[in-house]
């Protein structure tokens, strides 16, 4: 089965600088890939997703992902970060060979600081 | 639209009892999910539904029951609670045109369950 990991617990970086945070798949066919954010007390929402093309993805708020096949990789990144960015952030994968079943990263709670 | 809503926010429950946790969809959506969250494990799919009438067990089905006699409404049975069964519990829906393998998913507020 396909699984994620988000190998960064907590990730903290100062307002304006840019931000990572890291997604690592596995998957036995191609990957769709996506991001998700949580803010305190709600649900999941949708930032980007990854399904063929460009490796370079763009979302929602300015946030962008690339898709690196070689190492397996998803991150996700934006070259501002803002206090409001503050949140919990999930990868997700889903494999062509089980494709009803998706699969959720641990999450990296991103703290920006002013 | 209001989405995906989900009912009540939260509850506590004895060990023993059961419950149902509802959620409608307004948005047509054929696929809809049910999510389980415990801290520091991400979600893990309990069941989901590819349409009407059809549902079908995820990661972690044990001890949970689901229908879909509507497109609207996916409501989640649990009938004999347990402390593991304690966690914040998310439906999700999606519109897929083929086999749902790149769509986007949209989440409710979720339902944060304790069992005693």
């Known amino acids: 089965a396909q699984s994620v990991a988000q190998p960064e617990d907590q990730v903290n970086v100062a307002e304006g600088n840019p931000l990572t945070v890291k997604c690592t798949y596995s998957v036995s066919g191609n990957p769709y890939l996506f991001w998700y954010v949580q803010y305190p007390n709600r649900g999941l929402q949708f930032l980007l997703k990854y399904i063929t093309g460009d490796n370079l993805v763009k979302g929602s708020y300015g946030f962008e992902a690339e898709f690196n096949k070689s190492q397996t990789s998803f991150h996700l990144k934006k070259p501002s970060a803002l206090v409001s960015d503050s949140a919990l952030y999930f990868c997700?994968?889903?494999?062509?060979?089980?494709?009803?079943?998706?699969?959720f990263g641990a999450g990296t709670r991103l703290t920006v600081k002013p | 639209n209001a989405g995906v809503t989900q009912t009540p926010k939260f509850r506590i429950l004895k060990i023993g009892q059961s419950m149902t946790l509802q959620c409608t969809q307004d948005?047509?959506?054929?696929?809809m999910y049910w999510y389980r969250q415990d801290p520091g494990m991400g979600l893990k799919l309990i069941y989901y539904?590819?349409?009407?009438?059809?549902?079908d067990k995820g990661e972690v089905p044990n001890g949970y029951n689901v229908s879909r006699s509507t497109t609207e409404d996916f409501p989640l049975r649990l009938e004999l609670a347990a402390p593991s069964q304690t966690s914040v519990y998310f439906c999700a829906s999606s519109y897929s045109s083929g086999q749902g393998l790149g769509d986007t998913q949209y989440f409710g507020p979720g339902t944060r369950l304790t069992v005693l």
């Open positions: 539904s590819v349409g009407a009438g059809i549902t």
């Open positions: 948005m047509n959506h054929n696929y």
């Open positions: 997700a994968v889903r494999d062509w060979d089980n494709n009803n079943d998706m699969r």
